[in-house]
């Protein structure tokens, strides 16, 4: 008889518990971009993230978006689909993103000409959010980062 009114008095007291406990906001870590592939047309790019929960219970990430501006240049706008996060872990998400030479410099001629002039590097921004959500709960984390990509110095444009 103990154990039959055990069960239902654990049951509230953690069900209280876990009323109590707000849900906190995933963060979003910059960790570093990588240079996947360099081509006479421009250079492709990989941004790299740490998105983290630190709740005790999975969170459900329904999207994250972002702008890349280039040279303070909106270069891209994207929306992607959300994942599941689980309790205290973190998912690695990746913003590629292919840079042009022509749509960076206006013309195959003005990326030589930018470099005669000592352009070796062009700066990058990140800004957007995750939206995360858990128990009826749904907040924005911000992504961000900046810096700059050296242009690679073997750039050679053919007719």
């Not at 996947?36 to 999975?58: A, C």
């Not at 891209?76 to 749509?103: M, Q, T």
């Not at 128990?135 to 750039?155: E, F, Q, W």
Request: proline letters at 8%; charged letters at 20%; aromatic letters at 8%.
């Amino acid at each position: 008889m103990k154990k039959l009114i055990l069960i239902p008095v654990l049951f509230l007291i953690s069900f209280i518990l876990t009323s109590c406990v707000e849900p906190k906001a995933p963060t979003a870590e910059y960790l570093n971009y990588e240079i996947s592939r360099v081509t006479l047309e421009g250079i492709e790019v990989n941004f790299n993230f740490d998105v983290s929960n630190p709740n005790p219970l999975p969170v459900d990430v329904s999207k994250y978006a972002y702008k890349v501006y280039i040279n303070n240049n909106e270069f891209l706008s994207e929306n992607r689909p959300g994942f599941n996060l689980p309790a205290n872990n973190k998912k690695r998400i990746v913003i590629p993103v292919s840079i042009r030479y022509d749509r960076l410099f206006g013309s195959a001629a003005a990326v030589l000409q930018q470099m005669a002039q000592g352009t070796d590097k062009i700066d990058y921004r990140i800004e957007g959010s995750v939206s995360a959500g858990a128990m009826g709960v749904t907040v924005g984390t911000p992504i961000k980062a900046s810096g700059t990509i050296p242009l690679p110095k073997n750039i050679k444009i053919t007719q």
